[in-house]
């Protein structure tokens, strides 16, 4: 329960709640943020950079996965962002959202 404490919130409460780690429409906005920020052209490109079939990228973007674990992971290595940040990038979205 320990290792529980470390995981990111977004790791923690969401995936609790709805079994995913993040909601969808989140992981497409974090898609397009990630491509402006690393200066990509396109999915395909990103899907190369994070070693990930394209069709990867594309069910994140349209809502048919949810961004997991792994798929974090390989964007904060591909990227160099932190989770922490990573997250601010999702957290900017969802704000926009509601109000």
Do not use: W
């Amino acid at each position: 329960m320990s290792d529980m404490k470390q995981l990111p919130l977004i790791l923690t409460t969401d995936a609790m709640a709805a079994g995913t780690a993040v909601h969808t429409h989140d992981a497409a906005a974090l898609v397009e943020r990630l491509l402006a920020y690393m200066g990509l052209r396109n999915d395909a490109c990103l899907a190369r950079e994070l070693g990930v079939p394209p069709f990867a990228i594309s069910k994140l973007r349209r809502g048919n996965a949810a961004l997991d674990t792994d798929m974090l992971i390989r964007m904060h290595e591909a990227s160099g962002l932190s989770i922490g940040e990573l997250r601010a990038l999702i957290v900017v979205h969802t704000r926009h959202l509601h109000t």
